[in-house]
């Protein structure tokens, strides 16, 4: 296929009966954006995540320390009861 009035291409998809319609005469319709409520309690808790500072860090320099020392010791089980969540 071949295109030869590249000015035609944008009315391709228009309705052949569409006339613009003069503002004086219509009303616009003003389209509004309503998030729903899981969008707005997703944007509240991302917000609170990105204004809390890093908590943890303190407990990672504790275990990073002990490491380094020789000092921190795993329990086997502590782990095991971890995995399978008893």
């Not at 000015?7 to 616009?28: D, G, I, L, Y």
């Not at 309690?41 to 860090?57: C, E, F, K, M, S």
């Amino acid at each position: 296929m071949r295109i030869t009035d590249m000015m035609q291409v944008p009315n391709t998809h228009r309705p052949a009966n569409t006339r613009a319609k003069s503002n004086t005469a219509v009303s616009q319709a003003r389209e509004e954006y309503s998030p729903s409520a899981e969008a707005r309690d997703y944007h509240v808790a991302r917000r609170a995540l990105q204004n809390t500072g890093d908590v943890r860090q303190s407990r990672i320099d504790d275990i990073t320390a002990r490491i380094n020392a020789g000092t921190y010791n795993v329990s086997a089980d502590k782990i095991a009861a971890a995995i399978i969540g008893g």
